[in-house]
């Protein structure tokens, strides 16, 4: 079975600091997705950044960049210049094609930015 | 452009009732997808419809269940409501489902409480 595992049920950090959410996965597919979603107190699952398996170089988006170790099926999330808006529940998740779309989903990790 | 639309925003019912929830995808997506996000279990993929076509179905009881529209909205229906039915059901739409994988984008959510 596919599964996520976002071992950090809470983080804190303060602002305009650099913070990082662990992601571990268990698959034995070699063609798969990765992503990281927000979702703030609205409950808008957002969408922050995206990882195909087959790509050895780490996704950036802005503030928000990716350590993708696929030996290791490590997915982890940085995010620099933390501001008070980052906060949310992040979580991790996962497809295969042989998956049918479906996301996978992590626990989520509550984080917090302090000012 | 207008996002994923899902109604009602809250919805309360009592055990032994039937839920219906609805989701209006983005202008163009043909697939629907819907998850459950339960306090305590995270999120679970519940259904994927695409092109009216039931695609793929989670780990769940026959009486969640759904459809979609020629205009491809969705429904999922909820039959014998139970305590634990309660949760954030999140609806989520995307491009076809051919041709790899698909960014999925989230509705508000509708909030389920059984009492």
């Known amino acids: 079975a596919q599964t996520v595992t976002q071992s950090q049920p809470e983080m804190s950090v303060q602002e305009a600091e650099t913070v990082t959410l662990s992601c571990t996965y268990d698959?034995?597919?070699?063609?798969?997705?990765l992503f990281w979603y927000k979702q703030p107190p609205s409950r808008q699952m957002i969408l922050v950044i995206r990882?195909?398996?087959?790509?050895?170089q780490n996704a950036t988006e802005n503030r928000f960049s990716v350590n993708f170790q696929k030996a290791a099926k490590s997915f982890s999330l940085k995010i620099s210049d933390s501001q008070l808006g980052d906060t949310a529940m992040y979580f991790c998740?996962?497809?295969?094609?042989?998956?049918?779309?479906?996301?996978?989903f992590g626990a989520g990790t509550i984080l917090r930015v302090k000012s | 452009e207008a996002g994923v639309t899902q109604s009602p925003t809250h919805l309360i019912k009592t055990r032994g009732q039937q839920a219906t929830l609805r989701c209006s995808p983005i202008?163009?997506?043909?697939?629907v997808y819907w998850y459950q996000q339960a306090l305590g279990l995270g999120l679970q993929f519940l259904l994927w419809?695409?092109?009216?076509?039931?695609?793929n179905r989670g780990n769940f009881p026959p009486r969640f269940s759904g459809r979609q529209f020629p205009n491809y909205s969705s429904e999922l229906n909820v039959n014998a409501l139970e305590l634990e039915d309660s949760a954030l059901y999140l609806c989520?739409?995307?491009?076809?489902?051919?041709?790899?994988?698909?960014?999925?984008?989230f509705g508000p959510g509708t909030r389920l409480t059984v009492l």
């Open positions: 202008s163009g997506h043909t697939s």
């Open positions: 419809y695409d092109e009216g076509e039931e695609r």
């Open positions: 698959t034995s597919e070699n063609n798969y997705y």
């Open positions: 998740a996962f497809t295969t094609m042989e998956y049918g779309n479906k996301l996978v």
């Open positions: 990882q195909e398996a087959y790509k050895q």
């Open positions: 989520a739409s995307s491009l076809g489902a051919s041709g790899g994988y698909n960014e999925q984008f």
